[in-house]
């Protein structure tokens, strides 16, 4: 492609070093929409005739049909796939193919690419987590009454329900399909047309390209276009946010479905063995989704720092921008699917997590919101009441609400016995029926908004 100005052809360890196409062939389809984008343009702008422009896109669509059935094939010397296309296009169809790269260079073409690839991808991390939304929001209307222990620094602190639980991880998906909505919004600009760096001498139409590629509008500086990588960032931010929300959920599925928690059971399709151990059910797929957030914010690491102290413009580190995209992409769909499909499919054993949640005085607040309420005893004195209620009942090995009237009395004797009502694991999430608290009340109205929002059956 620029033998004129050499005498001898790269050495194997520089096209060994330079070739990008054994991974940017990912971004064929984007190059060839590009492409022929461009070329209608052209003739549209009479820059290119039409009976040329009809060639080319002639071929680039024979191109399309022979990578769909066939692949890309790798030609290192080819160096990546723009060139790949190109040389191809050129054994097609012949001398017109030479007319395509008229009024563009490589850098505001793998800009275009690349972004076109990453807005698909924000797309497709949009549709996944609508989708673990809903899974989230069916199981949580399920659980809207069932009682589980709600934990601070792990230990249990005040029985929660579980639908509440599960729409925690609601909002997180709801956060996080806004961050890919935004970097979306922002990555919308088209950077075809800014040429190698500074704009070309052509007369092209810019926001005709950036609207048959369904971009919004051009990017404004041609310098900025061919240099900027924020939209790939904006990506693996949004995508590394999402990915530790998955992480978080992964290990509380582990945690509920171990022995000693025994709150869930894991769908075996979403399970492994032990090769060893014929009772053995391990949650891998909720293990990995945790150890992916570890390399989805690595990606994210690895871009940060290929782009930082870059000058202007383009510089060929900028090649090594797609790996981590691409990694993180499919990193985070199958993490996203995998999460969906525990949320669906597991088995919540809600006996069992009511039994927990009586265990460990979590009702203990509730004594002394009883004490405030009913006697007019100022919080911190019912805290302290409370405490000795609680270490009462420790000592005996029992719940709070089994010590007699005669024992709270003997602590304050303030004490009726219409604190008992306030005492039970069902009395205590009743009453937290503050805006966003965990009372079922609140926890359907929660459920029904999010089935309005996502569309579901009400
Ligand atoms: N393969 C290159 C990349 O991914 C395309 C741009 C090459 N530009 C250049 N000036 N050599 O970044």
Redesign the pocket.
């Known amino acids: 492609m620029w033998g004129g100005r050499f005498a001898e052809g790269p050495s194997a360890i520089m096209r060994e070093i330079n070739a ?1 196409i054994p991974f ?1 062939k990912a971004l064929w389809r984007q190059d060839i929409a590009g492409s022929k984008a461009h070329v209608a343009m052209l003739a549209a702008q009479k820059i290119v005739s039409i009976d040329d422009a009809d060639i080319i896109i002639d071929g680039l669509d024979r191109i399309a049909a022979e990578y769909e059935r066939d692949g890309v094939p790798e030609d290192w010397s080819l ?2 796939i ?1 060139m790949t296309v190109e040389s191809r296009l050129a054994e097609l169809v012949g001398a017109a193919a030479g007319r395509l790269h008229t009024a563009r260079s ?2 505001d073409q ?1 800009a275009t690419d690349f972004r076109l690839w990453v807005r698909d991808a924000m797309d497709q991390a949009d549709a996944g987590l609508a989708e673990l939304q809903r899974a989230l929001v069916t199981r949580a209307g399920e659980h809207a009454e069932s009682i589980m222990p709600g934990y601070t620094h792990l230990q249990t602190a005040q029985p929660v329900t579980l639908g509440h639980h599960l729409m925690a991880y609601y909002e997180m998906a709801r956060r996080d399909r806004s961050r890919f909505a935004d970097a979306r919004a922002r990555l919308n600009q088209c950077p075809l047309g800014s040429a190698a760096l500074a704009g070309t001498g052509f007369p092209i139409d810019r926001d005709a390209t950036a609207a048959a590629l369904g971009f919004d509008q051009p990017t404004a500086n041609s310098l900025d276009s061919v240099s900027d990588r924020d939209f790939a960032l904006d990506y693996l931010m949004a995508a590394a946010q999402c990915s530790l929300h998955l992480s978080r959920l992964a290990e509380e599925m582990i945690l509920w479905a171990s022995q000693p928690f025994g709150f869930i059971r894991l769908p075996d399709a979403l399970s492994t063995g032990s090769s060893i151990m014929p009772q053995k059910k391990n949650p891998d797929a909720a293990e990995l989704v945790r150890g992916h957030s570890g390399r989805i914010i690595g990606c994210l690491t690895s871009l940060m720092i290929t782009m930082k102290g870059l000058p202007l413009a ?1 510089s ?1 580190d ?2 090594d921008d ?1 790996p981590p995209v691409f990694e993180a992409a499919s990193l985070l769909a199958l993490s996203i699917a995998a999460m969906t499909g525990m949320v669906a499919d597991s088995t919540f054993h809600t006996a069992r997590m009511r039994q927990a949640a009586e265990l460990g005085y979590a009702t203990a607040t509730d004594l002394a919101d009883w004490l405030v309420r009913q006697a007019d005893i100022p919080f911190r004195e019912a805290h302290h009441i409370t405490g000795a209620a609680v270490r009462l009942a420790e000592s005996r090995g029992i719940a709070l609400d089994a010590l007699s009237l005669a024992d709270l009395q003997a602590i304050d004797s303030r004490i009726d016995e219409r604190v008992f009502a306030a005492l039970s694991v069902e009395a205590s999430v009743a009453a937290r029926a503050s805006h966003g608290g965990t009372a079922p009340v609140r926890v359907r109205e929660q459920v029904a908004a999010a089935r309005i929002a996502l569309g579901m059956e009400t």
Request: net charge neutral; proline share 0%; no cysteine.
């Open positions: 990008s940017d160096e990546d723009h490589r850098n793998v383009y060929k900028m090649q797609k």
